[in-house]
């Protein structure tokens, strides 16, 4: 599991109308410490005993008087090494956000690779090479950039979100796609859509005009989705004969 961002009695629910067990979940990937993905680490680090995995220094920014996670739970990984679990190898690498810290996750099973990356305010050169190596990459679009400029938020959070140390607006996120798109990259997954500032539709036409402009078009295997907020995605399969 990566990140823990809704309640813990919540993420139980979904699991279980999915058909999946918690007993078969056997980790948390924690991306960093802002309450969007960490509101139900508690609760499912004690009732379930579930270990999460993430760096010291966001480990240092998680752990409070207020909010304490059994020691038996807490595993500290290195940036940029590869650690084992559950038959995965996978690599934490840094990207641009304003928390103490902010990572993204690279997971590979044999020659399958996925890339996570949905906090960051532009592509920085340690999570770039991630990023292009993935088959499945879920990276995200929070913004519209219109719908921000001409929204109700205050000057200083618009300043916050459109910074390199915020997050990635539809425009940015449909040129990187259009500068990464090969024949390896099988699924994209579009995340992180800001409840205020961005809807579904106006994620896919900043894509559609970006590949148009360019004269990309996705082949017979590429698939692109924009997950829900609210509902859980339908799953993917990365087979080996793909």
Not at 38 to 66: D, V, Y
Not at 97 to 118: L, Q, S, V, W, Y
Not at 146 to 170: C, T, W
Request: net charge neutral; charged share 20%.
């Amino acid at each position: 599991m990566i990140d823990a961002g809704i309640s813990a009695t919540s993420i139980r629910k979904l699991l279980k109308n999915m058909g999946i067990s918690m007993q078969t979940i056997m980790g948390i990937l924690i991306t960093h410490n802002h309450i969007d993905h960490i509101k139900g680490l508690e609760l499912l680090s004690r009732k379930n005993c579930l270990p999460a995995f993430t760096t010291h220094k966001i480990w240092k920014s998680i752990l409070t008087p207020q909010k304490k996670i059994s020691p038996d739970c807490i595993r500290e990984i290195p940036l940029k090494q590869k650690f084992h679990l559950a038959g995965f190898d996978i690599e934490a690498f840094p990207v641009c956000h304003d928390a103490p810290e902010t990572i993204g996750f690279h997971i590979c099973a044999g020659d399958k690779k996925i890339t996570i990356a949905t906090d960051l305010g532009h592509i920085c050169q340690t999570a770039a090479p991630y990023i292009e190596a993935a088959n499945l990459l879920v990276i995200e679009s929070n913004y519209d950039e219109e719908m921000l400029v001409n929204g109700r938020y205050p000057h200083f959070l618009k300043a916050r979100i459109q910074s390199d140390h915020g997050h990635l607006g539809n425009d940015q996120t449909s040129a990187l796609l259009a500068d990464i798109l090969s024949d390896n990259l099988h699924y994209i997954c579009l995340a992180h859509l800001s409840r205020n500032n961005n809807s579904p539709e106006k994620v896919l036409m900043s894509l559609q005009r970006t590949f148009a402009e360019r004269g990309i078009k996705l082949n017979s295997q590429q698939r692109i989705s924009i997950l829900n907020r609210n509902r859980p995605t339908e799953m993917i399969s990365l087979n080996a004969g793909e």
